[in-house]
């Protein structure tokens, strides 16, 4: 007999299946035992008679996470069909053979089954292999799942060209001091801080070009919304005649990728009382515009022009107010602040860059970048980069490149926020930190 996933039991009322999966809770009411099966399809409850001897048997040492075959009957579960709450609609399984195909060596460190595991973060992710099992937990990594599936999707649709680039680079992407630096034979390097320079070549080759991968920043913070591994999601456009062309096409995107999780996993934004709005335009500002905003409403002065996460938590406040939305771009950010392939604008002071606001949090940097060689090099030299470290990078516009520009997305701040996540961390499946190394 065939494997037949519990998602498919309530189109088989009446009949015999053979079901494999984790026992999720046993409960013994008198001579009978009750136990809820799951699978990556759902989760059904289970009932074993004592007419059925042998299963009936195998069944009293059956605990939390043994991972069982079961074949049985398919029933309508009594008052099922009026508890929408019951799993696989309100059906159940009457079992006739269990087999037990493995089990747990040790007693379990946490109790997966329950709905919340309210356990504090150090404690969830020491345990995280068994924790990932939870119910609740899985629907983190689902929607996360739904995250990348779509924006492929969307990016394809978009006529982008999925690329990948390498992680082990012999400059630093950004300069700074903001690098891993690596052993590499007889030679030293940097793990990439983003595919920038790639995705810029790549640009010149397809026009249009997108990246999910992962990226390194050894940024010394401890915070709820930094790690210093995380996956990007990238970007990178030509034929651009402003920056405002790479904010619509991004626009576009984050509508199309919100409006996909909306629809595609809506069970499990339930489950943790997760609500999208709606997309249908967001809102710009210049970053000078918001400034002013955070003086004026909130009393908050910038020493610089510059924001930092108060002041973005602030703005997105303020935008959700008279605008009814949880995203706004901030424009213009200075050259001071931005890296060096930054376009200036007509007033040199300031950048053809944005950041892309989602509530209260930087989810994406982009803006157009500087194409022309000799500008390029001019730009380096003031940021006091010596343009012989990127001879490789100046080659591509050496042999010419069209107007382009892009961003980086951080996905797991994407998902954090969605959801209300109390950190970062939670929405990455195995978070590297400044502490972090395991499991």
Not at 65 to 76: N, Q, R
Not at 101 to 119: A, F, M, R, W
């Given at each position: 007999m065939e494997r037949t996933m519990i998602g498919e039991t309530p189109g088989l009322i009446g009949q015999v299946v053979k079901l494999q999966g984790w026992v999720n809770i046993r409960r013994d009411h008198g001579k009978l035992i009750f136990i809820d099966l799951r699978d990556r399809s759902g989760k059904i409850q289970m009932v074993i008679i004592p007419d059925k001897e042998e299963a009936h048997k195998a069944a009293k040492e059956?605990?939390?996470?043994?991972?069982?075959?079961?074949?049985?009957?398919?029933?309508?579960?009594?008052?099922?069909?009026?508890?929408?709450?019951?799993?696989?609609?309100?059906?159940?399984?009457?079992?006739?053979?269990?087999?037990?195909?493995?089990?747990?060596?040790?007693?379990?460190?946490?109790?997966?089954?329950?709905?919340?595991?309210?356990?504090?973060?150090?404690?969830?992710?020491?345990?995280?292999?068994?924790?990932?099992?939870?119910?609740?937990?899985?629907?983190?990594?689902?929607?996360?799942s739904e995250l990348l599936r779509s924006y492929a999707e969307v990016m394809n649709q978009a006529g982008f060209t999925e690329i990948k680039t390498p992680k082990i680079l012999n400059a630093a992407t950004e300069g700074g001091a903001n690098f891993f630096k690596i052993k590499y034979f007889e030679q030293d390097a940097f793990l990439a801080q983003s595919p920038q320079f790639y995705k810029q070549a790549m640009a010149g080759v397809f026009e249009r070009v997108f990246e999910i991968g992962p990226l390194f920043r050894a940024e010394p913070h401890f915070t709820t919304r930094h790690v210093n591994e995380f996956i990007g999601l990238d970007g990178e456009m030509a034929f651009v005649d402003s920056f405002e062309d790479v904010m619509a096409q991004l626009e576009k995107i984050m509508i199309l990728v919100m409006a996909s999780i909306a629809k595609n996993c809506q069970a499990d934004l339930e489950k943790y009382e997760a609500q999208i709005l709606p997309v249908e335009k967001i809102p710009r500002m210049k970053l000078t515009e918001a400034l002013d905003i955070l003086d004026k409403e909130y009393g908050k002065k910038m020493e610089e022009v510059d924001i930092d996460a108060e002041g973005e938590r602030m703005i997105c406040d303020w935008v959700k107010k008279n605008h009814n939305c949880d995203f706004v771009f901030l424009t213009h950010y200075p050259t001071s602040i931005r890296p060096f392939y930054s376009m200036p604008s007509a007033d040199p002071q300031y950048t053809e860059t944005f950041d892309l606001l989602f509530m209260g949090v930087e989810i994406a940097s982009g803006g157009q970048r500087i194409h022309d060689y000799n500008q390029l090099v001019a730009s380096m030299q003031k940021h006091k980069l010596n343009p012989e470290d990127f001879k490789h990078y100046l080659d591509i516009f050496k042999y010419g490149i069209p107007p382009h520009g892009g961003w980086g997305l951080g996905s797991e701040r994407i998902v954090q926020k969605i959801l209300g996540l109390g950190s970062i961390k939670e929405a990455i499946l195995f978070p590297r930190d400044v502490k972090r190394l395991t499991p």
């Open positions: 059956i605990r939390g996470e043994y991972i069982i075959e079961v074949e049985g009957l398919v029933k309508a579960r009594p008052g099922g069909a009026k508890n929408e709450k019951l799993p696989t609609g309100g059906v159940e399984i009457e079992v006739e053979k269990l087999n037990i195909i493995s089990k747990p060596e040790v007693e379990l460190p946490i109790d997966v089954s329950t709905e919340d595991l309210n356990l504090n973060l150090d404690t969830l992710l020491d345990n995280r292999t068994i924790a990932l099992r939870n119910d609740k937990i899985k629907s983190i990594f689902r929607i996360y």
